[in-house]
């Protein structure tokens, strides 16, 4: 949002400003905890890990890269990245699509399976123990509430949206 000169900026108050920085730590190092346990246990990032689960919960096991790109909110650059990486573990292979000759299906493998299969107990008990053993049930629940609100709110409307995972 930009402002002109006459308008002054709607500043954040000292509590706004806590809750805001607060906000910035906490989940920079949630991302970061949930980064090094996977790097730790299966040798890829968290990036990569929420793509298997995409594949792993899609029918068929698979996906078109741009409802891939979409659900990770991630470019297609650098969804193709990653799923090079991932066919080169042997994790993930892509198929034509048969009836447009532009698209392509990410397919997760049998092999791909079992990694997510042999990952998702430690992943579980790392989000578990960062995560919601540090609240009660009804932070769980207004978290819930407010990470919905915020999603709902910038989730953009329009069908032509400049969107980085549809370029």
Same mark, same amino acid.
């Given at each position: 949002m930009t402002t002109t000169p006459a308008e002054e900026p709607r500043w954040l108050s000292d509590d706004e400003q806590r809750t805001w920085?607060?906000?910035?730590?906490?989940?920079?190092?949630?991302?970061?905890?949930?980064?090094?346990?996977?790097?730790r246990d299966a040798g890829m990032p968290h990036i990569y890990y929420g793509l298997l689960i995409q594949l792993s919960e899609a029918p068929r096991r698979r996906l078109?890269?741009?409802?891939?790109a979409i659900g990770a909110?991630?470019?297609r650059s650098r969804l193709s990245h !990653?799923? *090079?990486? $991932?066919?080169?573990?042997?994790?993930v292979r892509r198929e034509d699509c048969p009836s447009d000759k532009r698209g392509?299906?990410?397919?997760?493998?049998?092999e791909g399976f079992a990694v997510v299969e042999r990952t998702a107990p430690g992943h579980v008990s790392a989000v578990r123990q960062a995560l919601f053993d540090r609240?009660?049930?009804?932070?769980t629940e207004q978290l819930g509430t407010v990470m919905r609100a915020i999603a709902e709110?910038?989730?953009?409307?329009? !069908?032509? *949206?400049? $969107?980085?995972?549809?370029?």
């Open positions: 920085r607060a906000y910035l730590h906490a989940t920079t190092l949630l991302e970061d905890h949930l980064d090094r346990q996977l790097q078109r890269m741009t409802e891939l909110k991630i470019t !990653a799923i *090079a990486r $991932l066919e080169k573990n042997g994790w392509q299906f990410a397919a997760l493998t049998d609240l009660t049930p009804e932070q709110g910038l989730q953009p409307k329009d !069908a032509n *949206a400049d $969107l980085p995972w549809l370029r």
